[in-house]
């Protein structure tokens, strides 16, 4: 059975780094990539960026180029999603999806991360 | 970047009515070389990560029913739940894939009457 599971709800302070994660089973994790999609308290789905964990090829939305950073390791089938230093902004669900190809739809989803950062 | 414009932003429909979403894409997601439509509906329940209903435009999902049903070609788009139940009150989204950056519509709620 395919499942994306991310880590648990995190509540920060602005200014503070954090960094969330995606583990993927049931699959080959290097042969999918996967995006990161973020959701704001009552709004739309947002898409952020996308890896291939089988090179860490990365692309970002200009919306989120520079304000976060993607990354992966294929070795314990894991993507992150991480700041360097939140916003309150950044108060929002995100989700990661998987995808057959950079330019394709999303079949599975993780079940989301909410992070709230407030002071 | 291709901006999905979707329509209404929410609707009511009587149980086993019908309900129809539409999509517009300001370009054309339609691959030539292929002949394939980049977009995808998604379903999202309060509470849960959204679902893939609908791909390619037109193909459905694995496992969804049928009363979903999608098309359109080119920039213009649309979702139909051919029978409204009570477990369709959701948010629909569609989403291109056509090119960098993926970006969603705005959303659809559904609801009954």
């Known amino acids: 059975e395919v499942q994306l599971v991310q880590s648990g709800t995190e509540v920060k302070k602005p200014g503070e780094s954090l960094k969330i994660s995606c583990q993927g089973s049931?699959?080959?994790?290097?042969?999918?990539?996967i995006s990161w999609v973020r959701q704001m308290p009552g709004k739309g789905l947002e898409w952020m960026g996308i890896i291939y964990p089988g090179d860490s090829d990365t692309k970002y939305s200009p919306s989120f180029q520079g304000q976060v950073t993607i990354s992966a390791d294929k070795s314990i089938n894991t993507a992150y999603l991480q700041w360097s230093s939140l916003k309150a902004s950044d108060t929002a669900m995100y989700y990661c999806?998987?995808?057959?190809?950079?330019?394709?739809?999303?079949?599975?989803w993780g079940q989301g991360t909410l992070v709230t950062v407030s002071s | 970047d291709i901006v999905m414009t979707q329509s209404p932003d929410s609707l009511a429909v009587s149980l086993g009515e019908r309900a129809t979403i539409n999509c517009k894409s300001s370009q054309s997601v339609l691959y030539s070389s292929n002949n394939k439509n980049y977009l995808a509906w998604y379903q999202q329940k309060p509470g849960q990560p959204p679902k893939l209903l609908i791909y390619w435009a037109s193909t459905r999902e694995s496992g969804v029913p049928d009363r979903f049903s999608g098309s359109g070609s080119g920039t213009d788009f649309t979702l139909t739940i051919s029978s409204l139940q009570a477990e369709d009150v959701a948010v629909y989204y569609c989403q291109h894939y056509y090119s960098f950056h993926l970006t969603f519509g705005g959303g659809t709620k559904v609801e009954i009457k």
């Open positions: 999806a998987r995808q057959v190809s950079s330019r394709y739809h999303s079949d599975y």
């Open positions: 049931g699959y080959s994790f290097t042969d999918y990539w």
